[in-house]
């Protein structure tokens, strides 16, 4: 069974950092590249970046390019996301998502999500 | 970024009866292997997104006959043959043809 559990979220002040993980089972995790999806408050979903099978490859969208890294280890089997310099608009439920890989199609298997409040 | 606008954004619909939701992007999801990533995404209250429908037409694992994907190049639609309880929530077209990926606004299905 695929499961991906997303953890590290919590409050943090404007201006702060904070580092997600996704910790992946049930597939062979290297096979495939990895996204991370957001979703603020009551509003829609937003693709926030990606990660290529090998880590070699990373994608964002633009409002977070140069504040989140995205990261991978495939020996652990999980996935990251370093958020600094966090701003109110940052606050959003973070979830964790297969993407493209063996054939399959983006979005498969997503994880429960972990809530980031950017807060003082 | 391509932009991804759904119609309508609330559709409230007798139990039974079929639904329609259309999505039309700002430009042609047409990959350059030939796909269209043009998937449909549901999701419930208070849980994550499950995905429906991929590269247009292709209904995940678990998902019910009763929705179907169609379209081509820039204009698509998702239907719902017969809504149930279960099917409220919102929908989400999105693709994954072009970096940002960039999904719709969301429709939200409700019982009448």
């Known amino acids: 069974e695929v499961q991906l559990v997303e953890s590290g979220g919590g409050l943090v002040q404007p201006g702060g950092s904070l580092r997600l993980s996704c910790a992946a089972s049930?597939?062979?995790?290297?096979?495939?590249?990895m996204s991370w999806v957001r979703q603020a408050p009551g509003k829609g979903l937003e693709w926030v970046a990606n990660?290529?099978?090998?880590?070699?490859?990373?994608?964002?969208v633009d409002s977070v390019k140069g504040l989140f890294t995205i990261s991978r280890d495939n020996a652990k089997n999980s996935l990251y996301l370093q958020m600094n310099s966090l701003r109110a608009e940052d606050t959003a439920v973070y979830y964790c998502?297969?993407?493209f890989g063996s054939g399959w199609s983006f979005g498969m298997y997503w994880g429960q999500g972990t809530l980031v409040t950017v807060s003082s | 970024d391509i932009v991804m606008t759904q119609t309508p954004l609330s559709s409230p619909v007798t139990l039974g009866q079929p639904a329609s939701i259309s999505c039309r992007s700002s430009?042609?999801?047409?990959?350059?292997?030939?796909?269209?990533?043009l998937s449909w995404l549901q999701q419930r209250p208070g849980q994550p997104p499950r995905l429906l429908i991929y590269?247009?037409?292709n209904r995940f694992s678990g998902v019910p006959d009763r929705f179907t994907g169609s379209g081509a190049g820039t204009d698509f639609t998702l239907k719902i043959s017969r809504v149930e309880a279960e099917d409220v929530g919102v929908y989400y077209c999105?693709?994954?043809?072009?970096?940002?990926?960039?999904f719709g606004q969301g429709t939200k299905l409700e019982i009448k």
């Open positions: 998502v297969r993407d």
């Open positions: 049930g597939f062979t995790f290297s096979n495939y590249w």
């Open positions: 990660i290529k099978r090998d880590g070699s490859e990373k994608n964002y």
């Open positions: 430009q042609s999801l047409v990959h350059s292997d030939g796909n269209t990533y």
């Open positions: 590269k247009i037409s």
């Open positions: 999105m693709q994954a043809t072009q970096f940002p990926y960039t």
